[in-house]
């Protein structure tokens, strides 16, 4: 017995006895179309016609879902291993980027300790050098100017009064 691949009916190519006979029937209007259809022994196929311009036939193409869609599931299985790999890659760049901000938080941390311990060591040489230097200066018992700092200031006015002409006693 033999089984109906496909036939000319009502000016287009109809396959076999599945429900593209009736879908193409109501069809012959249009010039092209796309349609699914459920194939008894493929499952879903899509299906695309086309009258062919002065003939009397559609030319009709069908292909099965799984083909069909083969290509697009490559490219999203592909799409995602790309995402999922770009994702852990920036992921990655985070938590790298956190690190780096918490070891220079770290040492912006150290270093503002260090500069205040500075400071503060500044401050004590400068009083140590200001009582040295008042020491070096001044007899202790009466606080006046010694002879090294009383001459040194007697030089330093009468060259200034030759300068300026000034008189002093």
């Not at 009709?60 to 995602?80: A, M």
């Amino acid at each position: 017995q033999e089984k109906e691949v496909a036939r000319f009916e009502i000016g287009g190519l109809v396959l076999g006895t599945s429900p593209v006979k009736n879908m193409l029937a109501g069809s012959t209007i249009k010039n092209s179309g796309f349609g699914i259809y459920n194939h008894p022994d493929f499952g879903n196929c899509y299906l695309t016609y086309q009258h062919v311009h002065d003939y009397p036939f559609i030319i009709t193409v069908s292909i099965g879902e799984n083909e069909f869609l083969s290509d697009f599931n490559q490219y999203k299985n592909r799409l995602f291993w790309i995402l999922v790999i770009l994702t852990s890659l920036g992921l990655s760049g985070i938590v790298l980027l956190f690190k780096v901000i918490s070891r220079n938080q770290k040492t912006m941390d150290a270093l503002t300790i260090a500069n205040q311990k500075n400071q503060e060591l500044i401050q004590k040489l400068e009083k140590e050098h200001k009582a040295s230097t008042q020491a070096a200066s001044y007899d202790p018992l009466t606080n006046l100017y010694n002879r090294t700092l009383f001459i040194s200031l007697a030089e330093k006015n009468l060259l200034q009064a030759k300068r300026n002409t000034f008189c002093y006693a």
